[in-house]
């Protein structure tokens, strides 16, 4: 099953720190997988792999 990579990141207006401005580090990330979506073709589902980046 083909799998499709989605990665979604925050604004760049909240990429840097509130208080002193300094820009933020990515710590991690969370990733969740959906079996079975209908994918392009008809007929064939795919595999949505959701990446949401963490940042600290």
């Keep these: 099953m083909p799998r499709v990579r989605e990665q979604h990141d925050i604004r760049d207006d909240e990429k840097n720190c509130s ?3 300094s820009e933020l580090h990515r ?3 969370e990733v969740t997988e959906q079996l079975d979506r ?3 073709n008809p007929g064939y589902p795919e595999c949505a792999v959701q990446i949401r980046l963490s940042v600290l």
């Design 38 to 40: 209908p994918g392009q």
């Design 19 to 21: 208080c002193c401005g």
């Design 27 to 29: 710590k991690g990330e």
